[in-house]
């Protein structure tokens, strides 16, 4: 199919309003909140959910993210608007990487690793649409965090309960 990078940029922007109104809504004292001891931080996870659009330069500039040899190393994230700056930063890096980048790229091989263990073996393409499906995974747990901790919801693809409907 071509025309690819046109429909995953016009997605990346949809996704990313939703997202900038959702991580909006995160308030600064409620950072190191968490449901379940399991369960990430608020605002680990609102720092994931930021970062997941550079995903896409990750996947078309290398062959493959091995966390044996490349460890996460989280932002250092302390107010709301840092975590707003942290997910335009990513977007724009994925966004200029998407632009640059050719059809026949989504096609490359990419991996994602943890030393002999393979956890995602796909194209490069086939990693961009995970980063985009991991973005909407994180937000709507980020929904329910915020749902117990009775913060009103933004909508998504309509309007929440918080919100008048149409």
Not at 47 to 74: G, M, N, R
Not at 78 to 105: C, F, P
Not at 119 to 127: E, P
Request: aromatic letters at 6%; charged letters at 20%.
């Amino acid at each position: 199919m071509a025309n690819l990078i046109p429909m995953l940029l016009q997605e990346m922007e949809q996704e990313a309003q939703t997202t900038r109104k959702m991580l909006s809504r995160i308030p600064e004292d409620r950072f190191d909140w968490q449901p379940h001891p399991k369960s990430m931080t608020m605002v680990s996870l609102a720092s994931h959910i930021a970062e997941l659009p550079s995903w896409v330069e990750l996947a078309l500039t290398t062959e493959e993210l091995d966390f044996e040899t490349a460890p996460y190393t989280p932002a250092s994230i302390n107010s709301t608007a840092e975590i707003l700056a942290l997910q335009e930063k990513s977007l724009k890096q994925g966004q200029e990487s998407l632009k640059k980048a050719t059809e026949s790229q989504l096609d490359e091989p990419w991996t994602l690793r943890s030393g002999e263990q393979v956890l995602f073996d796909s194209t490069k393409g086939g990693t961009i649409r995970m980063a985009y499906s991991q973005i909407v995974h994180h937000r709507a747990q980020l929904g329910v965090y915020l749902r117990l901790l009775d913060i009103p919801i933004p909508g998504s693809y309509g309007p929440s309960a918080d919100e008048p409907s149409f």
